[in-house]
Every structure is written in structure tokens, then in C-alpha cells.
């Protein structure tokens, strides 16, 4: 029985953080918050071919951005660090000598190209292209020599000939693989490095790991870690191997068909809170119709058992909707708080804040990432100064410039200026010059914004005051005609 759940996001330090592994990093960190345990980062990085300057950066960034704090790893150490494998190398090779002094490991003294040929054989045999065993059974004498001739050698670990192994996976139950199928695994490198499996192993034994959430993608390295619990005598902990996500074709997600990583929807604009959402869904279901959760309520509502084995689509359409969605429901002052910079960076500064979140407020149904309030709503912030030629022709008639300046001065009249107010003169205005108020709106739109559509003309022009509305009309009196 597990009395206290600790759980661990391990990524490879090898680029951007994946989609596929923030979902990973989320469900272990939901659990663990749970059931009040903690959650871990280990970064894993043995594999020294594939390292890439500044990714552990980016992957505390990515899950910091999330809301995915960890309460044990890289510059929040604990009682189990250090967080990072390549430092821990001692550990590692201590346990590899134990293992071959116990007969469950062995030294390989096979060269590169000895197993090219072994792997290319079997697989011109349609059979899996596993270690053929070679050196599994050579004489002490020989390894002998070979160590002192510094002969360039690995350990692999000695898995049984006959039988299987059966272990409880908690998304997919028991699951069984018969020892054939599974190669004797490379655990210790020539260079002095641990392989992943040996690794991980050892790492979470020490870490006090309860479950051990991952893609499905390490289901068949399961039993090889589970013979290395039993060979070192540990409990194992309890495993979850998560279902792949898919793009719309039912395809393994990859970068050829969109974006896989987390950086690339920060980049476009998408809240963290909807990203999370989303992937939050991407697997689990909590049952019933309910779509929005914030990270507290995922965390009570999250259970591996609403974790399906099925492959999961990445819709990016839904991912649209529903930061669509986030964004309508945001308040003005949230808004204003992301939006704010971006305007900088345009100029538009020479505003109040009150007067921001006015026109955050209008614009918020109408934007799917947060960078379309810079070309959804430029008019706000900038009085058109040329007009499309075809909006002109279907908007713009010969007797538009009297109306609109005469509803110019009739909003110099007005005692309120509301959305309210504008419409009612406008609407007056028509009925008195036995006019559509059509004829008004779609010429006014088109002097205050330079557009044929936009938010509530009404609300708008009462957002941008007397003045400035006076001041477009004229203006554009002058260059329309």
C-alpha cells in the first residue's frame, strides 16, 4: 500500500518541453497535490549526445508559466537531490557493480559494429533486433582479460530465458510480457554513464517515488524495470502509462503536421490556463458535460482512473475555442494586465487605463489569442487615414458627410454620452430625415474605424468620447468626400 504519494516529471534536457510531456508533468503534479504529496523535477540527462544548451531553463520556465510548480528539483532542493542524473553518476555505477556481483548483470565487450550486424540480421530475419547474448555467458578468464586489456565494454542486465512478467498498470490493468520479448538492456555505458533504465530505477527508489506516471511509449521497458526492483530487492512503485496523443489523422503527434512545443502557444499567444485546460482533457475525463476547470479544480477533481488507454487527438481547433473562450471571460483589469506590453511595444501609450479596458471589454468576443487585440481593435488607438476603395464604394454615399456631420453635432448636444444615449439620437436622426438608420451607421462605422465591421458602433463611439468622435468625422468628411 502507498501511504504517501510522491511523483516525478524526469524530462530529457533535449529541446523545447513537448506538449506531450507538459500533459505528463500535469497529471503527476495533480495527483500529488491530491493527496497532499509531493511532486518532483529530475532532469535526465545521461544521454550526453542529445543536450541542448538552455533547455533545463526552458523547461522550469514552461511549467512555472503553467502554474506546474514542483516542490523538489533544480534550485529547490530536498532530502533526495541532486535533481540533475549527471550528477549522480557514483550512485549509478555503485548500484551496476552490485548488480554484476549478484549475477543480474553481465559485461559486454560487443562493438559498434558487431551489433550493426547482429540488428541488421535479425531484421533481414523479421525478428526483433535485440542483443543476441554473446557475451552473457563468457568465462570468467575472458572478462578477466578483457577488463585489464581496457577492452571498451558495457553492463547489461541478465533477463530471464523462460517464463513472464505481469505488473498492474493503472490505466490499462495487468499487463503481461513474456521474457523473449524483452533484450538484455544496456545499463551502464562505455562511457561511464547509466542508460535510462537503470537510471530511473535507481533515481526513484532513492526519491521515494510512490507512482511513476508516463507515456505510453515506456510500456515495454516496464518489465525491465520492475526485474531491476526485484534484483535490487525494492518495492516498485505503481505505474500509469499514459495514452499517445494524436494529430487530427490519428497520426503520433509531431512536428511535420503543427506545433508540439509548450514554447511555441506561449509564443502565438495562448493563456496558460486554457492550454492547461485543454491537455488537462487530452486523456482524462472527469465525467459529465462541465469543460472549464481551473488548476484547484483539476486538482480535485483529478483521478487516474478517469485516465483512458485510448489515443488522444490534438484538436487544435477546440485548443482555439476554448482560449476564445478564456479570453471572453476575462475581466478588464486581467486583460489589461496581458495586453498592456503588447501595446507598448505598438505605441499605443497615450491612453488612461480606464480607457484601455473599455476597449479590452468591446474586443474581447472577437479574439482568439491575445495578439488579435493588436489587429482586431488598431482603431481604437489610431484614427483611420485612408480607406479601402471598396468599402468606400458600398459605404460611403453622396450625402453621407452632411448626415454624419450633422450627428457630430448632434452628439455635441447630448448630456450623456452613453451607448445608450448615441443610439437613441441616431436612431431619432433617421426617423427625422426619413432615412434607414443603416444609412448612417455604415458610413459612421467606416469614418471612426476604417472598417465595415467591429464591435457595437454604439458602445464604441461612447468609448472614444465627443471629441474624438467629432474629430474622425471631419477627418474623414475630408478624405472621402
Known amino acids: 500500500m502507498i501511504k504517501h504519494v510522491r511523483t516525478r516529471f524526469a524530462p530529457s534536457p533535449t529541446g523545447f518541453l513537448h506538449v506531450g510531456g507538459l500533459r505528463t508533468a500535469l497529471y503527476a503534479f495533480l495527483l500529488a497535490r491530491k493527496h497532499g504529496g509531493e511532486f518532483l523535477l529530475r532532469i535526465e540527462d545521461t544521454d550526453r549526445t542529445r543536450l541542448v544548451p538552455g533547455a533545463v531553463e526552458n523547461i522550469i520556465s514552461a511549467l512555472q508559466w503553467a502554474g506546474i510548480e514542483f516542490d523538489e528539483g533544480p534550485g529547490k532542493n530536498g532530502p533526495c537531490g541532486p535533481y540533475v542524473q549527471s550528477e549522480r553518476l557514483p550512485l549509478y555505477q555503485k548500484h551496476a557493480q552490485e548488480l554484476l556481483a549478484a549475477g ?5 565487450f560487443c562493438s559498434a559494429e558487431r551489433l550493426e550486424m547482429v540488428r541488421a540480421a535479425k531484421i533481414a530475419n523479421k525478428l526483433p533486433p535485440a542483443y543476441d547474448q554473446h557475451c552473457r555467458n563468457l568465462a570468467p578468464d575472458v572478462v578477466t582479460q578483457q577488463l585489464q586489456g581496457s577492452t571498451t565494454h558495457v553492463i547489461r542486465m541478465k533477463v530471464p530465458h523462460e517464463g513472464e512478467l505481469t505488473f498492474n498498470d493503472l490505466i490499462r490493468g495487468d499487463v503481461t510480457f513474456g521474457y523473449k520479448t524483452v533484450d538484455d538492456q544496456v545499463l551502464l555505458k562505455s562511457d561511464g554513464f547509466p542508460t535510462y533504465h537503470l537510471a530511473v530505477v535507481v533515481d526513484d527508489h532513492y526519491m521515494n517515488i510512490s507512482h511513476v506516471i508516463r507515456g505510453e511509449e515506456w510500456l515495454s521497458s516496464t518489465p525491465k524495470h520492475i526485474l531491476l526492483y526485484q534484483y535490487f530487492g525494492w518495492q516498485a512503485p505503481l505505474f500509469a502509462h499514459l495514452p499517445l496523443m494524436l494529430n487530427p489523422d490519428r497520426s503520433k503527434l509531431s512536428k511535420r503536421q503543427g506545433d508540439v512545443a509548450v514554447e511555441d502557444y506561449r509564443q502565438k499567444g495562448f493563456l496558460p490556463e486554457a492550454l492547461v485546460n485543454f491537455i488537462a482533457f487530452l486523456g482524462w475525463n472527469p465525467g459529465g458535460t462541465r469543460e472549464f476547470f481551473t488548476l484547484d479544480e483539476l486538482i480535485q477533481e483529478f483521478t487516474l482512473e478517469r485516465v483512458g488507454s485510448a489515443g488522444a487527438v490534438f484538436n487544435l481547433e477546440k485548443l482555439n475555442w476554448m482560449n476564445q473562450q478564456y479570453i471572453a471571460r476575462m475581466d478588464s483589469d486581467e486583460l489589461l494586465k496581458h495586453v498592456k506590453p503588447m501595446f507598448a511595444e505598438k505605441g499605443w501609450t497615450n491612453f488612461s487605463d480606464q480607457y484601455f479596458k473599455e476597449a479590452l471589454v468591446l474586443l474581447k468576443e472577437r479574439v482568439i489569442l491575445m495578439p488579435d487585440f493588436l489587429t482586431t481593435g488598431p482603431f481604437f488607438f489610431e484614427a483611420p487615414t485612408s480607406f479601402d476603395e471598396q468599402l468606400k464604394a458600398k459605404n460611403w454615399k453622396a450625402e453621407s458627410a452632411e448626415y454624419i456631420r450633422d450627428v457630430a453635432r448632434i452628439f455635441q448636444a447630448l448630456p450623456a454620452f452613453d451607448a445608450a444615449s448615441v443610439e437613441q439620437a ?33 458602445q464604441m463611439i461612447a468609448v472614444f468620447g465627443k471629441a474624438e468622435v467629432a474629430k474622425r468625422i471631419e477627418l474623414a468628411c475630408k478624405t472621402l468626400g
Open 426 to 458: 441616431i436612431r431619432a436622426y433617421a426617423i427625422e430625415k426619413g432615412v434607414n438608420v443603416s444609412a448612417l451607421i455604415h458610413p459612421l462605422r467606416l469614418a471612426l474605424s476604417g472598417a465595415a465591421q467591429g464591435p457595437s458602433l454604439w
Open 104 to 108: 543480474h548483470a553481465y559485461y559486454c
